[in-house]
């Protein structure tokens, strides 16, 4: 397995509520050129996940930092049902207890990167959930 540094939280900047799934987001970044998906998982609205690339293979969702990183990916853009972040809760928990130096960001926590995504704070909302969000 690769050295997974970073848990990476993102949005699929889609219409809040309007259900999309990996085989979407698949045919959209195959339409950009990629060879697949670029997140490692993809939790819909209904909060029920799907798998995007494996974990062993390297992602394409944060540049310059996909070779140690595993993406998550939540439907939508700023508005998530609860059945999402409950989802999004039990796969933290379940991969801090798998990659426990891995810390868990947003996005839009990365000092190169100019975005909302994914639409909320996840570092503040992890303490809330009392989830561990520094690795080590």
């Known amino acids: 397995m690769r050295n997974i540094k970073w848990i990476v939280v993102h949005c699929s900047a889609t219409p809040n509520g309007k259900e999309f799934h990996a085989s979407d987001i698949d045919r959209w970044h195959k339409d950009k050129g990629w060879t697949m998906i670029g997140y490692h998982y993809v939790i819909c609205v209904d909060g029920s996940l799907e798998p995007g690339r494996a974990e ?77 969000v520094w690795g080590g």
């Open 56 to 132: 062993d293979k390297i992602g394409a969702h944060v540049e310059g930092h996909n070779k140690e990183s595993l993406g998550i990916c939540l439907i939508g853009t700023d508005g998530f049902s609860a059945a999402q972040y409950d989802t999004l809760a039990g796969l933290l928990v379940e991969m801090r207890e798998r990659f426990p130096d891995a810390s868990i960001l947003g996005h839009r926590d990365f000092p190169e990167v100019h975005k909302i995504c994914p639409g909320f704070d996840v570092r503040a909302w992890c303490k809330d959930q009392n989830i561990k």
